[in-house]
């Protein structure tokens, strides 16, 4: 599962990195949103972890320009103890949950999983992208109303994909994603699931959800 966390005082950063790294987390840190954002966009990251006030760009400001591209990456804010107005104001931004300063750390780990399950299954168990909806309790598809029969594994890589809507997903991500990091797997599986998907989601359609990122991976664009 890969983090990402925007925090500017370096110390906590440092402590932060290590500890998720030390409980199995992928981390990457960024000082500010504006760097955040180019994380984002560069690889798929299962979660969120913001402080508000930081330089460049704050934490409700970053907040807003990753709901304003659709991304339903989940997103917990970090606040210092008279921050209360900046909570109410990013929850109402989007924001899936907050924590805070100083805080515990087993209790950020329960709060990764808290926002990781809800993403995980959806907030309302559909997800969606351009007339794309998959339903993951009957793990059913359809694209404009047309039923879509999808093997496991491609269910499984499209709703990766849509729950990462309008970001990249790198090759390894989606590896990880999909059979874990002990699974040993042939290095064009993702490429051949792909080319299953984009005939089957893809073909018939005027706009194509299924994109190719050069040299980086795939996205699902809205």
């Given at each position: 599962m890969k983090i990402l966390v925007l925090e500017d005082d370096e110390g906590l950063q440092a402590v932060l990195k290590k500890r998720l790294s030390a409980s199995g987390f992928t981390v990457e840190c960024a000082a500010n949103g504006r760097e955040g954002l180019d994380y984002l966009h560069a690889g798929g990251f299962d979660a969120v972890i913001s402080d508000i006030m930081m330089p460049v760009?704050?934490?409700?400001?970053?907040?807003?320009?990753v709901r304003a591209e659709k991304s339903d990456v989940p997103v917990i804010l970090l606040t210092a103890l008279d921050g209360s107005g900046n909570v109410v104001k990013g929850l109402d931004m989007g924001a899936d949950d907050y924590i805070?300063?100083?805080f515990e750390f087993s209790e950020l780990l329960a709060r990764i999983r808290l926002v990781t399950r809800r993403s995980a299954g959806s907030r309302d168990n559909v997800l969606s992208a351009g007339g794309l909806a998959l339903d993951i309790g009957s793990r059913s598809v359809t694209r404009e109303g047309t039923p879509i029969a999808l093997s496991a594994k491609e269910f499984d890589l499209l709703a990766l994909l849509v729950r990462n809507k309008n970001i990249v997903l790198t090759r390894e991500r989606i590896c990880d994603g999909l059979y874990g990091t002990d699974e040993y797997i042939e290095s064009n599986a993702i490429d051949v699931y792909i080319r299953y998907?984009?005939?089957?989601?893809d073909d018939g359609f005027e706009k194509k959800l299924i994109h190719t990122v050069r040299g980086v991976g795939y996205m699902v664009k809205e």
């Open positions: 760009m704050n934490g409700l400001e970053f907040l807003s320009a805070v300063k100083p998907l984009r005939k089957k989601i």
